[in-house]
């Protein structure tokens, strides 16, 4: 973080007529207190700074830009990738009373002409665009004439190359500043930024002297779990398993592509889940019915692949399961950070399967970038594939999963959480060094063999290396030779599983070496000699089984993510709080019915429990309750304290 930080205590302010931030933060959102970092942003935010803030999901980066434009009283104008993403935050800034609008293609001419006599007139707090918006000449004319008091860019990993979400359209961000007779204050948020992003960032949008923080990445509220199924049957099976256990939970299910959405949405279904989908190849008209069956709880599951959450703020997402592998472990984590934006606890499961990774190297080799140069685009394919990699690691290993995604990002970590599977889980450790013996000498007589009969390759992949070790007789088998090594079916006796794990353990470690590529294979590394020389042992932790620890669901509605987890420690809900939950979530659901809003429009999951806890009697306690403004315990407090009473 900046060395030179405002003073957090700054944001009670001095006892003069305009409102302090956290005054705001109370009345307004109805929080007792800022989260980690928020309120040395707004400080510099409200002392006209320009700032970089790369804080993990649900770690409340919206309140940093919202609460300076109630403070300033003047335009705030917020640059957002997603029509959807508009759409919601000012929903939820409308439900508090706030009066926020959005500008982007989804309006009519009305609904535009609406909005910018609204921005003209200076009644607008928050004004949400498209960066393509910021081309338009009108639009630029409008804002030098009403003057722009902060520029926030959400987001902001958008406009770096090296980001996991690049879009041109961000970089010209730079070019509308330059533009305004007075240069306002820009604010650029992000989840996920490696070191070359933020430079990026800070560069294209041209900061000055940024405030920068870099929060932990760290999400306590949320468990990470990799499975690896046996195929696809194996697959199928273990995700309808695990969406069946959680018949009222709300899930995103992640697939890599179009078709199998279709393929899992319909299995889904098809077992009487209520699934639904949604993908680019879908018309616009279903997408967002689609989109809206999942936000208003009318369907508990969605499958889709990437292009669908980034825009999503829905804060009851109880858990996100990845069907293929991502790309990147930017792209789990910004992924997997869709499950519990309220604080509350959520489940992050990947059911890795090593084909997935011979389809995201096809996808990476068929990149296209119109804006690169042929050098900075072998570059970026270079880099992709290193990420990938990583991925790769991430799903193979037995460490700490919490602790591999933290070091990814910089952040030192322990090497146990008790949160993740790899932890939880009954390892035995053992030594395998007879068996990864025989795979790298598999390895080596291959190389020797295909350079003996003049073969195209040297190498083949590991599936052939399983077959060989396993001593397959298929035709393939015998045509190529494979049956007179001497290691053909020295591991007839393994599971092809261990096999390949294994296999993957040796690559991690540089014993072996897997190439990138459609069809990637798998050779010897400098290591593979000296390893097959030196007698030492080959470590490997195997399990011996997955019993979970029972874990509560429920979680405090405390002020973070960490305060959120040890709540849950201190506070375990009796039979009468999951009841009084139950009967609040359904007048929830009815209240958004009557008012077409999705359910966490009206109040979080994180405030309901903590209704539950509390047992508020009177509309002063009420406002005691985090989550609970003014407005909202104005227009709800009555109904919901006349509940609490009725269980009571």
């Given amino acids: 973080m900046d060395t030179s930080q405002p003073n957090p205590e700054n944001s009670n302010g001095p006892d003069t007529g305009t409102p302090t931030p956290l005054n705001v933060l109370r ?9 980690p970092h928020q309120a040395e942003i707004i400080d510099a935010v409200l002392a006209g700074r320009d700032v970089l803030a790369v804080m993990p999901t649900s770690a409340g980066k919206s309140i940093c830009y919202q609460v300076p434009a109630l403070v300033l009283g003047r335009l705030t104008v917020v640059v957002s990738p997603l029509i959807s993403l508009m759409a919601d935050q000012v929903g939820a800034l409308r439900q508090l009373g706030v009066a926020a609008a959005c500008l982007n293609s989804s309006l009519s001419p009305a609904e535009r002409e609406g909005v910018l006599h609204d921005t003209a007139s200076g009644h607008l707090r928050l004004l949400y665009v498209a960066p393509e918006r910021l081309d338009d000449p009108s639009f630029l004319e409008l ?48 989840a996920t930024a490696t070191r070359q992003a933020r430079e990026d960032i800070e560069a294209a949008l041209g900061l000055v002297d940024p405030f920068r923080v870099v929060a932990s990445f760290d999400r306590p509220n949320l468990s ?11 697959k199928d099976r273990s995700l309808v398993e695990f969406a069946r256990s959680r018949p009222d939970k709300s899930g995103i299910v992640y697939c890599m592509s179009r078709r199998a959405v279709e393929t899992v949405c319909d299995l889904l279904s098809e077992q009487g889940l209520a699934a ?21 709880d009318r369907k508990t599951i969605m499958v889709a692949t990437n292009a669908f959450g980034m825009g999503i703020d829905k804060s009851n997402v109880n ?30 499961l990947l059911l890795y399967s090593p084909g997935d990774v011979h389809t995201a190297e096809f996808l990476l080799e068929r990149t296209e970038r119109d804006d690169l140069t042929p050098e900075q685009l072998e570059q970026l394919r270079a880099h992709d594939a290193e990420r990938l990699r990583q991925m790769v690691f ?82 393939k088998m015998l045509d190529r030779g494979w049956d007179a090594l001497s290691t053909f079916g020295i591991m007839a006796d393994v599971p092809v599983t261990h096999i390949r794990t294994l296999i993957d353990e040796l690559v991690f470690r540089g014993v072996l070496a897997r190439s990138a590529g459609k069809y990637p294979t798998i050779s010897l590394t400098a290591a593979s000699m000296p390893f097959l020389r030196e007698d030492a042992p080959f470590m490997v932790k195997v399990a011996k089984g997955k019993p979970r620890k029972k874990r509560s669901e429920w979680a405090g509605g405390g002020a973070s993510a960490r305060d959120t987890a040890q709540a849950a ?37 994180a405030t309901l429990q903590a209704l539950c806890r509390i047992r508020p ?22 109904t919901f304290l006349a509940k609490i009473a009725a269980h009571a």
């Fill in 27 to 35: 009345e307004t959102f109805g929080y007792p207190s800022f989260r």
């Fill in 143 to 190: 804002a030098r004439e009403r003057g722009i008091a902060l520029l926030a860019v959400d987001e902001a990993h958008c406009i770096s190359q090296w980001g996991n979400d690049f879009r041109p359209s961000y970089q010209r961000i730079i070019d509308f500043i330059a533009a305004l007779p007075k240069r306002p204050p820009v604010c650029a948020l992000t």
């Fill in 224 to 234: 990470f779990a990799v499975e690896r199924p046996g195929g696809t049957k194996a």
């Fill in 276 to 296: 639904t989908r949604y993908h680019a190849g879908l018309s616009p008209a279903e997408r967002d019915r689609n989109q809206e069956d999942f936000l208003y």
């Fill in 319 to 348: 858990y996100v399961v990845h069907y293929n592998l991502p790309l990147s472990l930017e792209n789990y984590y910004q992924e997997a950070g869709r499950a519990g934006r309220d604080g509350t606890k959520a489940e992050c």
């Fill in 394 to 475: 991430y799903a193979t290993t037995t460490d700490c999963l919490r602790a591999f995604i933290l070091r990814y990002f910089g952040e030192e970590a322990p090497a146990y959480c008790g949160n993740c599977s790899n932890c939880l889980a009954d390892f035995e450790e053992r030594d395998e060094r007879t068996n990864a013996l025989k795979i790298v000498s598999c390895v080596a007589r291959v190389a020797i063999r295909c350079r003996e009969t003049g073969a195209y390759s040297d190498a083949v992949g590991a599936g052939t290396i399983v077959d060989i070790l396993r001593g397959s007789r298929a035709q």
């Fill in 569 to 605: 420690e201190t506070f375990e809900p009796s039979p009468d709080d999951e009841a009084l939950f139950a009967e609040l979530r359904e007048l929830r659901s009815e209240l958004a019915r009557e008012q077409q809003v999705p359910p966490y429009f009206i109040f979080s999951n």
């Fill in 617 to 638: 009697a009177t509309a002063e306690e009420l406002l005691d309750v985090p989550g609970v403004g003014a407005k909202k315990a104005e227009r709800y407090g009555e």
